[in-house]
């Protein structure tokens, strides 16, 4: 499985998980933050349920900006027989073109809520922070390595399958130099 699924699959579900937890047991949330034991208040459960559902909603909008799940505008797209070759087809660029700024966005939503909630650890020393910590900072670093590496499809030779961005210097290829008629 690629990279970028598997990181577009676990932002899902821990958004998911997040938002389940907000919707169905506010007063458990708000009970598992607080000091004291006091039942919550219909403002917290209000809105502890509103960002339940928010979170829900940005998990759907991933998979589906993402094009984890194809999403097609109708008859009008073109099939490969119209015009597309079949490496175009598998370019998820090509088939979700917010793929790359969904992936931004939300690699930087995990780190600003990794360190955010390393803060509130800091500050309260509450072991829910520390799951928060790790399990935000593992998504935000697959996401960090996504853009990174997994965003740019470089360009490759197709008669020799290597990557032409590649330069010789500070060495050189010898072998190559060879093949053209260069000299060593």
Known sequence: MDVFYVYTYSTSAWLALQS???????????AMLLDETRPATPVEVYLARCLGFSLLTVATLTIMLTGTIPLTSGLSDPTPSEGRNSESDSDANFRAPYAV?????TSVYHAASAFYAYTQYLGTDKGVFLIAIMA??????????????????????????ADKRTAGFP??????????????
């Open 20 to 30: 389940a937890a907000l919707i169905s047991v506010p007063q458990g949330i708000s």
């Open 101 to 105: 700024p969904t992936l931004i966005i």
């Open 136 to 161: 935000y900072s593992s998504v935000a670093a697959v996401g960090l390595w996504c853009v990174l590496f997994a965003s740019s499809h470089g360009r490759i030779s197709r008669r020799t399958g």
């Open 171 to 184: 060495f050189g290829n010898r072998e190559a130099d060879k093949k053209r008629g260069k000299g060593a």
